[in-house]
C-alpha cells in the first residue's frame, strides 16, 4: 500500500470509530431541512390563521362614519375600540394595525371631499403586515364603492374614471413562489459541505498535534505530501455524506412531507436535479475539505481550530444571502466565484431551468483549481519545520 | 551507527546548540545527559529529521539526515518527547499502523506484532483501544511501534519519564537487549543514576554544547573523582537540573 493510502484508511477507522464526528455529520445534514421544515410550517400556519380569522380591527372615532363602520362589520370584521394612543399601542406591537377616522370625516363626507382615515401600522413588522394590508383593502373597496355610487347618482357610468385599468397576470406558478423557501436551499448545502468534514479534519491535524502523535508520526518514512493527502482524503467520505443526507433530508421535506396543508401548494425536486445538485456540489467537498487543513493546521490547539472552521461557513453564506434578495444573473464571471458559482446552479436547477454547460465547467475547473491550490499551501505549511508546535 | 558534527540550531533569540558533536556506535548504549533545556531534544529532532541543523552535520549509517530523510527515517525506530497514541485504536492497530507506513506488507507484519506483544509484555492489552492506557502502558505502544520496522538505530528521548519503579526496571532490560541486538542505543536522560547504570558511553550536554565525554570510568578520571555524581558536577559546572 502507498503512503496515501495507508493514511486514508487509518484515518476513516480512527473517525468512524469517533461518535462526535458521526452525530456533528449526520446533525450538520439536517439542519437545513430541519430549518426549511419549520419555516414551512410556521409561516404556513401564520399565513392560513390569518386569512380565515375575522380580522379585529380597533377604529377610534367610529361614531364619525357610520356607513363605513357598518360596511367593514358585512366584511366580517370585528370592530374593537382603540387603544388610547394608536401609534405607542402599533410600535409597541400591542395591536397589529389601527384606523382612526378623524373628527372632520363627517363634514369632508357629506360635502363631497375626501374625507381622509388614517391608518396606523408598522411596516417593519413582517407579521402584522398581512392584517394591516387586509384594512387598507378593505377601505379602499369602501371609497371605490362610495366613489362609483356617487357618479351614478349623477348620470355618469363609474367605468369613466378608469382611462386605464390595469390587470395583472402573476405568471408565477406555485412553484416558483415556493423558490422563496427553495432559495434558502443552496446555501444550506454549501454550510452542509463545509461543516460535515470540519469535525474530522480538525481532529486529523490540530487534534493530532494536541494529543502528541504527530512527532512521531512524522518520523516515519513517509513524505509530508502523502500524510496531507491521505488526511484529506479520509475527511471527504464524510463532507460526502453530510451532503448526500442533507440532499436527501430536503427530498423527504418537498417531495414526501405534505407541504400543501401548511402552503396551499406542493413542492417538489425531482431526482434528477438532486443528482445534478449534488454533482455540483462536489468539487466544493475538495474545496472545504482543503482550506479547513490549511486553517486547522495554522492553530495550535483543537479547540482554536474548532472556532475558526466553524465560522468559515458564513462566507460563503455572505453572497449566498445576497443571491435571496438582489436577483444577479448567472455569468462567467460569478461561476470563477468558488461557492458563489455553485450557489447560482443550484437555484437554475431548482427553478427547472437548463444549465449552461460552459458556467458548469467554469465552476468546477475554478473551484478545483483554488482547492488544488490550497492543498499545495497545506503540503508547504506540513513540510515546514514548525508544524511541530504550531506556531504561525 | 549516529554521527554528529559540529550541530548549531537557533529558534529565534533562543541558542538552542552551539556546536554538539558525538559518535554512537552500534552495539552500544550511548547516553546523552545534561539539565532541562541543555539541548538532547532538539539534538535528537535533527537526528530523526524533524529539524534541519542551522550549522553542521548528522548522518545516520552514512545518511545525510538533511538530504537522505526517508533513507534514515527507514533506519531508525525513535521514542520522541511526545509519545502519544491513537485512543480509538488498539494497541495491535497503533502497531500495525506504523509498519504499513514503513512499508511492511501483512506477512511480515502481523508475524512482527505478535513478536513485539510477547517480547514486551503486552498480551492484556494488545486487543484494547488505547484509551485510558496508563503511562506504562502507552509507553510500551510507543516503543512496540518505533522498533516495528526493526531499525539498527534505536533513538529514546526520556524513555522513563513518569514511569514507576517496575515499569522502569522493564525498561532497562528492554534498552539492554536493543543494544544486545546489535542496535545502536541512544538515549537521552536527565537522571545521572539511569545513565550510569545503563551507559556504555556517555555524552555530557550542557547549554547546547557537549561538555565532556566517555565510558563511566573515563569520566571518573577526568573529574579526579570516586563519585560519578560528582564527576558530572564538575564537568557540567553546576549542579542545575540534575538529580
Not at chain 1, 236 to 258: G, R, W
Request: aromatic share 6%; glycine share 8%.
Amino acid at each position: 500500500m502507498s503512503g496515501v493510502t495507508v493514511v486514508f484508511f487509518k484515518e476513516l477507522v480512527d473517525n468512524l470509530r469517533d461518535r462526535r464526528s458521526l452525530f456533528s455529520t449526520l446533525g450538520y445534514a439536517l439542519l437545513g431541512p430541519g430549518i426549511i421544515l419549520l419555516l414551512i410550517v410556521v409561516m404556513g400556519n401564520m399565513f392560513s390563521e390569518e386569512m380565515e380569522k375575522p380580522l379585529e380591527l380597533p377604529v377610534s372615532g367610529r361614531e364619525n362614519a357610520p356607513a363605513l363602520v357598518q360596511f367593514l362589520k358585512q366584511r366580517n370584521v370585528v370592530l374593537q375600540d382603540a387603544p388610547a394612543d394608536p401609534r405607542e399601542a402599533v410600535r409597541k406591537g400591542d395591536v397589529d394595525v389601527v384606523l382612526i377616522i378623524p373628527d372632520d370625516y363627517g363634514e369632508d363626507f357629506g360635502a363631497g371631499q375626501p374625507a381622509t382615515v388614517q391608518i396606523v401600522a408598522d411596516s417593519s413588522r413582517t407579521s402584522a403586515m398581512p392584517n394591516a394590508q387586509r384594512a387598507r383593502n378593505l377601505v379602499e373597496q369602501y371609497a371605490r364603492q362610495t366613489g362609483a355610487l356617487r357618479l351614478l347618482a349623477r348620470g355618469v357610468s363609474p367605468t369613466v374614471v378608469n382611462a386605464v385599468s390595469v390587470e395583472t397576470v402573476d405568471v408565477s406558478t406555485p412553484q416558483s413562489q415556493a423558490l422563496i423557501f427553495l432559495s434558502m436551499l443552496p446555501y444550506f448545502l454549501v454550510m452542509a459541505v463545509f461543516l460535515g468534514g470540519a469535525t474530522v479534519i480538525i481532529d486529523m491535524t490540530a487534534g493530532e498535534r494536541e494529543r502528541n502523535s504527530l512527532e512521531p508520526l512524522l518520523i516515519n518514512p513517509i513524505e509530508r505530501w502523502q500524510l496531507v493527502l491521505g488526511k484529506l482524503l479520509a475527511s471527504l467520505p464524510f463532507s460526502t455524506a453530510t451532503l448526500i443526507a442533507s440532499l436527501a433530508a430536503f427530498a423527504a421535506v418537498f417531495n414526501v412531507f405534505p407541504v400543501e396543508r401548511f402552503m396551499g401548494m406542493q413542492l417538489s425536486v425531482d431526482v434528477l436535479a438532486l443528482l445534478n445538485i449534488f454533482l455540483i456540489c462536489l468539487p466544493m467537498v475538495f474545496l472545504a475539505g482543503a482550506l479547513q487543513m490549511v486553517i486547522a493546521t495554522f492553530t495550535r490547539t483543537h479547540k482554536e481550530a474548532q472556532t475558526y472552521v466553524n465560522w468559515l461557513p458564513l462566507i460563503p453564506a455572505l453572497p449566498g444571502m445576497a443571491l435571496a434578495f438582489l436577483p444577479v444573473k448567472p455569468t462567467v464571471w460569478a461561476m470563477l466565484i468558488p461557492t458563489f458559482g455553485q450557489q447560482m446552479l443550484i437555484n437554475q436547477l431548482m427553478r427547472g431551468e437548463v444549465l449552461d454547460s460552459a458556467h458548469v465547467l467554469v465552476s468546477i475547473v475554478s473551484t478545483l483549481l483554488v482547492a488544488g491550490a490550497l492543498i499545495l499551501v497545506a503540503i508547504h505549511l506540513y513540510g515546514r519545520e514548525d508544524i511541530l508546535f504550531g506556531k504561525k | 551507527m549516529i554521527q554528529v558534527t559540529n550541530l548549531h540550531k537557533s529558534f529565534g533569540e533562543v541558542h538552542a546548540l552551539r556546536g554538539v558533536t558525538f559518535h554512537a556506535p552500534d552495539g552500544q548504549i550511548t547516553g546523552l545527559l545534561g539539565p532541562n533545556g541543555a539541548g538532547k531534544t532538539t539534538t535528537l529532532r535533527v537526528l530523526y529529521t524533524l529539524l534541519a541543523p542551522d550549522v553542521g552535520d548528522a548522518f545516520v549509517d552514512g545518511f545525510d539526515v538533511r538530504a537522505q530523510a526517508l533513507q534514515v527515517q527507514e533506519r531508525i525506530g525513535a521514542l520522541p518527547d511526545a509519545r502519544g497514541v491513537y485512543p480509538r485504536l488498539t494497541a495491535r492497530e497503533n502497531v500495525r499502523y506504523y509498519g504499513r507506513l514503513h512499508g511492511l506488507d501483512n506477512a511480515a507484519l502481523e508475524p512482527r506484532i505478535d513478536a513485539l506483544i510477547e517480547l514486551l509484555d503486552m498480551h492484556d492489552i494488545a486487543e484494547r483501544r488505547a484509551d485510558g492506557f496508563s503511562t506504562g502502558e502507552r509507553l510500551k505502544v510507543a516503543i512496540a511501534r518505533a522498533i516495528i520496522h526493526d531499525p539498527a538505530n534505536v533513538l529514546l528521548d526520556e524513555p522513563t519519564n513518569g514511569l514507576d519503579v517496575m515499569s522502569t526496571r522493564a525498561m532497562r532490560d528492554t534498552i539492554r537487549r536493543l543494544r544486545d541486538e546489535g542496535r545502536c542505543v541512544l538515549f537521552s536522560s536527565h537522571i545521572m543514576q539511569e545513565v550510569a547504570v545503563l551507559c556504555d558511553h556517555i555524552v555530557i550536554i550542557a547549554r547546547g554544547k557537549v561538555v565532556g565525554a566517555g565510558s563511566p570510568d573515563e569520566l571518573r578520571r577526568i573529574a579526579n573523582t570516586d563519585d560519578l555524581e560528582d564527576a558530572f558536577v564538575d564537568i557540567i559546572g553546576t549542579e542545575e537540573g540534575l538529580e
